[in-house]
């Protein structure tokens, strides 16, 4: 069965960085395209960055351009977020999310990790 | 950005109510929307993509439609399980969710 496993959460200051993976398994990693979502305390998600299934391109929402990079291995089956400058408006649950391939698009979603927390605070 | 525009924000219910939950959308586009459900501490679950595809596994009481700039959630007999936070979202565009609807029991 699908499994997103995501890790690297935590607390951070303010400006520092953190780097969150996700591990997937139970279908064929280098065929998806894979996002980042976040979910901020009692606020709907967000969407944060994608990535091709080859990694040839990757997109990001203008909150994040700049300071986040989403970045893959497939030997390892793993999907990346490195985030840089961090804000206390970055605190959020980080989700990461793989392309439904059968939609048609890019952009929606049909299974997602079970998130970790980032804190961003001093 | 296409900007979602979701109401009610808070939904009060009995079980085997019908309920109904909007999005409206601030530009046109046509279908690439979505519905989700989620339950505390727990990842968004897909319940209906195209506006009205229900996803592998759904339970036939929800249904979805679309007519122009609004969207609309449907369940028509609400069960106990259902009681969580629906989030619409397009995917026409870089993506985009509404704020929100939570159901709760009346």
């Known amino acids: 069965q699908v499994q997103l496993v995501e890790s690297g959460g935590g607390v951070v200051q303010p400006g520092r960085s953190r780097r969150l993976s996700c591990a997937a398994s139970?279908?064929?990693?280098?065929?998806?395209?894979m996002h980042w979502v976040r979910q901020a305390p009692g606020k709907g998600p967000e969407w944060v960055a994608v990535i091709w299934f080859d990694g040839s391109n990757k997109y990001y929402a203008d909150s994040v351009k700049g300071r986040f990079t989403i970045s893959r291995d497939n030997t390892k089956n793993t999907v990346y977020l490195q985030m840089n400058s961090l804000r206390a408006e970055d605190t959020a649950v980080y989700y990461c999310?793989?392309?439904?391939?059968?939609?048609?698009?890019?952009?929606?979603?049909?299974?997602w990790g079970q998130g970790t927390l980032v804190t961003v605070s001093s | 950005d296409i900007q979602m525009t979701q109401f009610p924000s808070t939904l009060s219910a009995s079980v085997g109510d019908r309920v109904t939950i909007t999005c409206r959308a601030s530009q046109t586009f046509t279908s690439w929307l979505a519905w989700y459900q989620q339950k505390p501490g727990k990842a968004p679950k897909l319940l209906i993509y195209k506006a009205s595809t229900l996803e592998s596994e759904v339970p036939s009481r929800f249904s979805g439609s679309e007519s122009g700039t609004e969207f609309t959630l449907t369940i028509s007999s609400l069960q106990p399980d259902d009681f969580a936070t629906y989030y619409c979202q397009q995917y026409n565009t870089y993506p985009t969710f509404g704020q929100g609807t939570k159901v709760e029991i009346k």
């Open positions: 139970g279908f064929n990693f280098s065929g998806y395209g």
């Open positions: 999310a793989r392309v439904y391939d059968r939609s048609g698009s890019a952009f929606l979603f049909d299974y």
